[in-house]
Each structure stands twice: as C-alpha cells, then as structure tokens.
C-alpha cells in the first residue's frame, strides 16, 4: 500500500543522492529525456504549437473564473443522461462517497484505471483500509501497485523501474518464474487483469476533460484499459478534479490537440473515450448501468480565485514540465514531487499537500525555465514556484543563512566592501591564480565537482574611470551597462572585452555606479522586499540617463532585468512605470551586436579556430535570444554545435551550493557533450554559466578555453 511521508531536508538530500546513484534509473531518465525532446520536436513540426496553447490557456482561465456556473451546469446535463453527479470538499470527502456507494451496492472488488486526482486523495489507500479489493488496471500503475510505491511520473507511472525488477515482482505476484522479456511480461499482466475487469463490482476511472454543455467526459489511454473499467462493472465512478471542467465540446477537442502529443509525442492516444449519460447493462436487474462522477474541490475552488496561482489550474496533466526538467532526469518522481510530479508537483503540492510538504521540494528548482516553454497550457511554472517560495518564507520566516544573506545584498555598500575584502584576504587559497585552488569547500566534498573562481583583485567598477572608452562625437548608440556581481566582481575582463569592441564600434558607454546587484539570487530565496528595494535602487541608477540601450553581459541579470521587475512592481504605480521603461531598454550582449550595431562577418578576422557554444538558460529562454550568438561565434571561428547546447549547465546561484550532488551531475554531462565536439574553446552569454564550466572543466584537467562570447569577438575584431 502507497502512503507518502514527510521528508526533513537531511532525509531528502540522502534519498537525492541514492537515486543519483542508481545507475538503472540515470541510464533509462537520460534515455526518455533525449528521445522526448526529439520526438516532440518531430511531433511539433508544421504545427502551430503556441497558437494552441494560447488558446486553452484563455478558454481555461475562462473557465476557472466560472467555475461554479460550470459545475452546475455540467452536473444539470449528466444528470438529465441519468448520471448522478457529486461534489466534495476535500480528499477525505471524496474518498467516503466513493466508499458509500460501494457500500449501499454490496461491492466487494474494484478495477481502476489511471487516475492522477485517485493518487491525490490516496483513495486505494482509504478503499483497501475499508476491506475492499482494489486492482489498479493500467501496466505501469499496476506495477507500482505491486510494489506498495506511487507514480513516479504522471502519464508513465513506472519509468523508474527496469524489467528484471518487474520480472521479479511479477513472479512474486503469479508464484510462477518470469523472465524479463517485455511482451511475456504484458501478456501476463493482461492474462491477470482480464479476470479483473469480469470480476469488478465497480470500475474507477479518472477524466481528462469534463465538458459541461452536455455533461459528458472523456478518458484518453493507450491500453484501452479505461475503456473496459467503464463498460464493463455495473458501477461506474468517475473521480476528477474541479479543474477538468471545460464549457464546450470544441474547446475539450483543442485541448486534445495537444494533450498526447506534449505527453508521449503521439498524435492521439491509441483509445478517447466519451461518456456521455448511464448506458445500459446486461448485468444489472434494472438493466441499467449506475454511472457516478464525483469533483473533488480540496483547494481548487479556492486555487482558481488566487490571483497569481489560479493559471495553475490549466494543466491538463501532461507531464510534459518534467520530461524537459533537468533534475527530474537526475533524480526522477519520486525525489521531485510529492504526488504530483516534476514543476507542476512542486506547485501542487504546496497547494493540495500542506505547506510543510513544499518546504523542501520548492527549493528543489534551478529556474532554467525548460517547463515554462513546453507547458501545454502556457503555465508561467518557474514564476510560480518562485511564488512558492516567496509565501513559504512570509509563514515560516527567513532562516539564518537567508537573513544573512538579505542584509549584506540588500545593502550594495557593505556587499561591495565584502568582496572588495574577500579579494585580499582570498590570497592564501588563490596563489594569485584566477581560481581558489584549496577550496574552504573541500570541507563538504559534494561541492568539489567545479573549481570556484577568484575574486577579480580589481573590480570592474574600481577599474572603470581606466577602462571606460572614449566619447564619440557621432555615437551610434547612447548605452549604459548593466554590469551584475558575478562580472563586476569576479570577470571584469568579460566587460573591458566588450568595451573594447564599443568603442571601435562608436558607441558611447555610461556605467552608472549606483547599481548593484540585479537581485535574483534573492528572489531565488523568496526575498521579495529586499530584491524590491534592490531593484528600486537599480532603477533609480540608470533612470537620468538618456539610453539608448541597457546593455548586460549576463543573461541571467538580463532575463530578471527585463521579465521580473515589471511583474514585482504591478502595484506600486511609480516604479511600476519606471520598471516598464527600464525593462523596455534591456537588451543582451549578443543581440545588442547583431540586432542593435548590424555587427556582421566582415568585422572580424575568421580563424579556424573550433568553438562550441552552451545557451545559457536565461538567454535562450528568458530572453528568447538563440539566433545571435551563434551567427557572432561563426563569424570569427569554426562554430561546432554541441549535443544538448540548450540545457541547463547545473549552476541556479545558490542552487548548486545547496543540491550540489545534482548541480556537479548536471555540469559533468554538459561537458561530456562539449568534449565530443572536439572543440578547443566554449563561449557562452552568462558569467554564472562560465563559473559553472570553467570551474568544472578545470577540475576535469579539461584543455578547452572556456569564457564569455565577448572575449572572444573582442579577440578577433579587425
Ligand atoms: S525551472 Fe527548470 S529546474 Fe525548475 S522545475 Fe522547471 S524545468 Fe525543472
Ligand atoms: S504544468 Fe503544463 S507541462 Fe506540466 S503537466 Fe501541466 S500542462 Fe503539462
């Protein structure tokens, strides 16, 4: 029997390590994950894939604003078909009305079919507690049933496991030895389950759409297993969530389009199944087949008037947020979520699970953004995780480690005095070499996976009265730069790189000194009014400029730069302008380059150099840049793409401090798909993502140069 528990952070992070240590589950995760994405690139071709998901994510935030005008009027219309229609409030209430009507039928076995809303209210757990006999009818649930495990993900229940260990359970479960060969292994389980579906008493099923102009809901499955869970037994339950409800049949059949496709890259599943109304049955005295549908609210009703969640509520239950998420490859369902699985489980759970429950799980994010692009419904999943976090830490408080960190970034001064500081007293570790070659770290061995840079003995604003090139008289554009911590501190010659490509270009260049730190790591940590107050002084910095451009070098100050501070800033009318202003005047390095200047070909020497390039997650996603870049690498060398050149390297910030098994696992692969393209040199838009791979390759002992795109234009400017 499957029953979650609550897991301390200590607990988690060894469960984390066991499962990057299961070499079964790395080889098969990294398996799916590769042919998902080209499958679904394949599935998505000569289809408009955003137009789509932009249309249920409007017909479904419709749909949630009136939700209980639906509700009523889907239940007038199954009711009218003969189909009795239930609500409850909570899990437990919902688990009891499926318990009473098995009880006033005299049920003794039950067959279900996949439910993800049945997992949710642990409704097996309450049946078989109560002496009933429940069989779960899909393979893979039937699977993880036999195991006493749940889902490990939401439409393939049982990725995690290989067929030797389901030969053994299934010749535990049999009594009969079972070799491990797939198709034997299916006929047995359909050998088994065929007697089930004759057997059951009543069948459970869950509902992928709930359509409320006719009151009828559809099942969407590849072994036709819900097919006979709802025809066959004289009861029929159907168990969903309030968020299944949808007005129309056409807006039911959109949703469609793209449900099996993001989910299994399938133009439809093999079995849709509408019930429409009780049919008849030839089993019954009555002759009449008894068909219940009970919604379960447990939070939605409420979820759907929140004014920042209320967009979780359009999923449709694809998986698809983490069959992209780089640390569900790692660690798989189980480790990420808690019933609900990969960035949608992080959400859900902190919804339906209790807040405890989401406290260690939501830190679990790196914010690569890779859910927010493939979600069937359009759902902003990394926003609202940071919105997790961000309600967590204003019920629980910051901790100490946080409160620290708040008062120094929150304070630019002291922050910058601290660095400056640590440029001095870092020379015992450093050898003044760019790295601390006895790393404080070695301390905790997981975090050696990288070695760490050094502070810049000069930063970036201390140098810039030296650096700053010359005015033009003709400028052919006004910028300032957006210099951010990780740059101005620890890689000042990414931005003199840049400087130097401005000035032989006409471009004047302003670096207002007021501005700090663009605030991410602290929203990363659910800071919001220190990260406002930080961003309110960064605004203020730049704001009696007359730019042309804000320029940064760091894709990651970019994306929050542009994306975030007009989301934080709705409400207070006066920065909210100004945030809109600032915003609009942000642009990244390379399409500053390409898009701004017209830098082309002919302003570079071209060598032969072989380059690899990694997309930084913040500039590909965030800021939706993908094109530049890799036309500025082959202007001035060999560019080699490399496998993989869009995910994430593994760094987050704080991320790779705190989950530092994964972060090391991430970057590790990375790098392995670098050094199979035989190039000498890596280039990227992101200083974090430089800290993460150069710091990895050097612990390697890997040759390959590894920097920033700008060092190596600035290299072969003619
Ligand atoms: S932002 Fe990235 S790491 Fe976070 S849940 Fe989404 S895919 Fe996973
Ligand atoms: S959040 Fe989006 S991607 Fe994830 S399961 Fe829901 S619809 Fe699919």
């Known amino acids: 029997m499957h029953v979650v528990e609550r897991?301390?952070?200590?607990?988690?992070?060894?469960?984390?390590?066991?499962?990057?240590?299961?070499?079964?589950?790395?080889?098969?995760?990294?398996?799916?994950?590769?042919?998902?994405?080209?499958?679904?690139?394949?599935?998505?071709?000569?289809?408009?894939?955003?137009?789509?998901?932009?249309?249920?994510?409007?017909?479904?935030?419709?749909?949630?604003?009136?939700?209980?005008?639906?509700?009523?009027?889907?239940?007038?219309?199954?009711?009218?078909?003969?189909?009795?229609?239930?609500?409850?409030?909570?899990?437990?209430?919902?688990?009891?009305?499926?318990?009473?009507?098995?009880?006033?039928?005299?049920?003794?076995?039950?067959?279900?079919?996949?439910?993800?809303?049945?997992?949710?209210?642990?409704?097996?757990?309450?049946?078989?507690?109560?002496?009933?006999?429940?069989?779960?009818?899909?393979?893979?649930?039937?699977?993880?049933?036999?195991?006493?495990?749940?889902?490990?993900?939401?439409?393939?229940?049982?990725?995690?496991?290989?067929?030797?260990?389901i030969a053994k359970d299934f010749t535990k479960e049999t009594g009969i030895e079972q070799d491990n060969d797939i198709q034997r292994l299916v006929k047995v389980a359909r050998a088994r389950l065929r007697k089930e579906f004759i057997a059951a008493d009543m069948g459970i099923s869950g509902a992928n759409v709930a359509v409320a102009e006719n009151g009828s809901i559809a099942t969407l499955t590849n072994e036709g297993n819900a097919r006979l869970v709802t025809t066959l037994p004289k009861i029929h339950v159907a168990f969903t969530g309030l968020d299944k409800l949808i007005p129309t049949l056409e807006e039911a059949l959109t949703s469609m389009l793209i449900l099996p496709r993001n989910a299994t890259a399938q133009l439809l599943t093999s079995y849709v199944s509408w019930i429409c109304g009780a049919t008849n049955s030839e089993i019954t005295e009555d002759k009449k087949r008894q068909v219940h549908i009970i919604f379960v609210d447990n939070g939605r009703s409420k979820v759907a008037l929140d004014p920042v969640f209320s967009e979780v509520m359009r999923c449709v239950r694809c998986g698809a947020c983490a069959n992209v998420c780089p640390v569900y490859r790692l660690v798989g369902g189980h480790k990420m979520g808690y019933i609900y699985i990969g960035a949608v489980g992080l959400i859900l759970t902190y919804l339906y699970h209790g807040h405890d429950n989401a406290k260690i799980l939501a830190q679990n994010c790196i914010n690569c953004e890779a859910c927010r692009t493939v979600c069937a419904a359009g759902i902003d999943l990394p926003k609202l995780i940071r919105e997790v976090r961000l309600r967590l830490v204003k019920e629980y408080g910051s901790s100490v480690d946080r409160k620290l960190m708040k008062m120094v970034m929150g304070d630019r001064k002291m922050f910058h005095r601290l660095l400056k500081f640590a440029s001095y007293a870092q020379l015992p570790i450093t050898a003044g070499t760019k790295f601390q070659r006895h790393l404080?770290?070695?301390?905790?061995?997981?975090?050696?996976?990288?070695?760490?840079?050094?502070?810049?003995?000069?930063?970036?604003?201390?140098?810039?009265?030296?650096?700053?090139?010359?005015?033009?008289?003709?400028?052919?554009?006004?910028?300032?730069?957006?210099?951010?911590?990780?740059?101005?501190?620890?890689?000042?010659?990414?931005?003199?790189?840049?400087?130097?490509?401005?000035?032989?270009?006409?471009?004047?260049?302003?670096?207002?000194?007021?501005?700090?730190?663009?605030?991410?790591?602290?929203?990363?940590?659910?800071?919001?009014?220190?990260?406002?107050?930080?961003?309110?002084?960064?605004?203020?910095?730049?704001?009696?400029?007359?730019?042309?451009?804000?320029?940064?070098?760091?894709?990651?100050?970019?994306?929050?730069?542009?994306?975030?501070?007009?989301?934080?800033?709705?409400?207070?009318?006066?920065?909210?302008?100004?945030?809109?202003?600032?915003?609009?005047?942000?642009?990244?390095?390379?399409?500053?380059?390409?898009?701004?200047?017209?830098?082309?070909?002919?302003?570079?020497?071209?060598?032969?150099?072989?380059?690899?390039?990694?997309?930084?997650?913040?500039?590909?996603?965030?800021?939706?840049?993908?094109?530049?870049?890799?036309?500025?690498?082959?202007?001035?060398?060999?560019?080699?793409?490399?496998?993989?050149?869009?995910?994430?390297?593994?760094?987050?910030?704080?991320?790779?401090?705190?989950?530092?098994?994964?972060?090391?696992?991430?970057?590790?692969?990375?790098?392995d798909?670098?050094?199979?393209?035989?190039?000498?040199?890596l280039v990227m838009d992101c200083p974090g993502c430089v800290i993460q791979l150069k710091g990895g390759a050097k612990k390697r002992k890997m040759t390959m140069n590894v920097g920033h795109i700008a060092e190596l234009l600035a290299e072969n400017m003619k």
């Open 7 to 165: 897991k301390s952070m200590s607990k988690y992070r060894k469960e984390v390590k066991e499962s990057l240590d299961d070499k079964f589950l790395r080889k098969s995760l990294d398996k799916f994950f590769t042919d998902y994405r080209a499958n679904r690139e394949r599935i998505f071709t000569d289809f408009d894939e955003k137009g789509v998901i932009d249309k249920i994510a409007i017909s479904k935030d419709a749909a949630m604003s009136r939700l209980e005008e639906l509700y009523l009027q889907f239940k007038e219309e199954a009711e009218k078909r003969g189909v009795t229609v239930h609500r409850a409030d909570t899990a437990e209430d919902a688990n009891a009305i499926v318990a009473d009507i098995a009880k006033k039928n005299n049920v003794k076995r039950i067959a279900k079919s996949k439910s993800m809303t049945t997992e949710e209210t642990q409704l097996n757990t309450y049946l078989i507690d109560r002496g009933y006999d429940v069989i779960e009818t899909d393979l893979g649930e039937w699977i993880i049933q036999l195991r006493g495990e749940g889902p490990s993900h939401m439409v393939m229940p049982a990725i995690h496991l290989s067929r030797d260990q």
């Open 673 to 681: 798909n670098f050094e199979a393209t035989g190039a000498t040199r």
């Open 440 to 671: 404080p770290l070695m301390l905790f061995p997981s975090h050696n996976f990288r070695a760490l840079p050094a502070i810049a003995s000069k930063s970036f604003r201390d140098q810039w009265s030296k650096v700053k090139p010359k005015v033009s008289a003709k400028p052919k554009a006004n910028i300032a730069i957006f210099a951010g911590c990780a740059q101005d501190f620890m890689y000042p010659e990414q931005l003199i790189a840049a400087l130097k490509i401005f000035e032989s270009k006409g471009v004047n260049v302003s670096f207002p000194e007021d501005q700090g730190c663009c605030a991410l790591p602290l929203e990363m940590v659910g800071e919001r009014e220190t990260v406002k107050s930080v961003a309110r002084r960064n605004m203020d910095s730049f704001v009696d400029g007359n730019y042309d451009a804000i320029v940064t070098l760091c894709a990651s100050c970019g994306s929050f730069l542009k994306n975030v501070y007009q989301e934080i800033f709705h409400d207070e009318p006066e920065y909210a302008e100004k945030a809109t202003n600032f915003s609009s005047k942000i642009q990244d390095f390379s399409s500053f380059m390409r898009n701004t200047l017209g830098i082309t070909a002919d302003d570079f020497n071209k060598s032969d150099e072989k380059v690899t390039y990694h997309a930084a997650c913040h500039e590909c996603r965030g800021l939706e840049v993908t094109e530049e870049p890799r036309e500025l690498i082959s202007f001035v060398a060999d560019y080699v793409p490399a496998a993989e050149e869009d995910t994430c390297c593994g760094f987050g910030g704080t991320y790779s401090v705190k989950f530092a098994d994964i972060s090391g696992s991430i970057v590790n692969r990375k790098l």
